[in-house]
């Protein structure tokens, strides 16, 4: 089923859930001032008045311009395409004289943008045709309708997305080692405009700010094209960066710290505003589940930049991404005018949002990071077992965190050893039972998917239970594990690699978050101080 299929025909089911008879998208010309909503229901643009329309029963119904039917046709989304050549009037009142419905849903919208494709002008034209069939006091709002067909991604939307994410993740990692004293923001952002162009991946908003770069302190902080501004040691530079992947985005902020002659890492000031945009981010990121109004989300972010002594960010926590870098109704924001109802809109499965707080640090720069988050429902620990037992190779607890979600990319597609998931040395007991046996031992390390635990003996079963916590944390960790190997050593304790099975998704998120802190420490990139010259 293509894109386009899909989209109408879950269309439908939107319109019997929100009540709606029937739904019609009226563009024209739309090359100048298309319907955003278009890209769901046309292969491309097109020319003549045209109305896409999609019936709560399943009919559907395109009428186009004669030299656009044979293109929407062939998508096959449609139980009919006409084509007209002297108007749409007659066709679109015969199909809904036929149809008859109730209410009819159209594309305006005093909140949500993405909904608010129609013009007044077409507004105009279509009152004008449906008064003559006593049908015009029957239109209303599709809001509803347009939003969550944009918000609720399909697993190819969502695939799409992900490819997106590992190009400007990858993109990043480059561009950290391109950075160095002397360089500009504009040489910055041509290096990674060439990176996207090699890749044959086009930016995800207008290249004029796609990258931004800002390097120290006193920039214009966002939306701003990058300048000739020269990085030097001692800045805090971030950058806000996506691209497209089968036309879905991705929409990331990275900040790196170029290190002054003499420094090992960054200093306090800078690693302060960098731990608590880390914290802001995981937390609010916890928070987020379907039923939760984004504004609840926006206000675990905020309280944390502001208890820790910065300045609130003057925007909102996050914005959904999907064709657009801005995309969606539903915000993770404040109660503020600008932004109407959409900090009230409820969190839905499907739904893809950024996080991204920011804070300055005085007279170095700003500090920020912007992930990627999909919505999920709650992960269940017997489903983590089933897939293991069905030999997954690894599974991620909902909601996806991107750390895991790129470090598992990684690990399948980008490294040639196949070697595990990222391991961190830990120390903590950890009791083994199985049956009515039980022992004792110490871990030596751990990943998201299993432990090593040194330990007296061996219970003898494949299947066993664990129990430990984590360095800082009072609370257990209780999973099922199986055995995957054993590694006696004569005068050593014996040695078990245990791969984790019943995890339930708190237990995961939590192991997600420290192993990442303690396999990355440096997760804000230091700039070594060095002279400027070609790709180090």
Known sequence: MTLIQEKVKQAAGLLREFGLDCWITFTRESEICGDPTLVFLAPGPVTWHSAFIVCADGRTRAIVGLYDQKGIEETGAYDKVVGFVTGIKEPLLEFLREVGPGSIGINFSPVSEI???????????LHGFLAEAGMADRLVTAEKVVSALRERKSAAEIGWMKQAVRATEEIF????????????????????????????????????????VFTGPDTAQAHYSP??????????????????????????????YVLAPGEQTAPDDVMKGFRTIVRAVEESKQAMKPGVEGRTIDAVARSIIVEAGYAEFPHALGHQVGRFAHDGTALLGPAWEKYARKPFHLLEEGMVFTLEPRLTVPGRGVVTVEEMVVVTGSGAADEHAAAIRAGADDVLAKPLSRMALVETVQRFTRFPEPRGLPRVSVETPVHLRAADAELWGTSRNLSRGGMYVECEGDLGADEIDLEFRLPGSPDPLCPTARVIWRRPRAGAPTGLGVRFLELDAPAARRLDAYVHEWAHPDALAFVMPRASGGIP
């Open 115 to 125: 909904c608010d494709g129609l013009t007044h002008g077409m507004y105009l034209t």
């Open 173 to 212: 990692d480059l561009v950290g080692r391109f950075i160095a004293p002397g360089r500009t923001e504009s040489e910055i952002a041509a290096f990674i405009l060439a990176e996207a162009a090699r890749r044959d991946l086009p930016t995800a908003w207008g290249q004029a700010t796609c990258p931004a």
């Open 227 to 256: 300048t000739g501004r020269t990085v030097e040691p001692g800045h805090v530079l971030n950058m806000d960066f996506g691209v497209k992947v089968e036309g879905y985005c991705s929409d990331m902020q990275r900040t790196f």
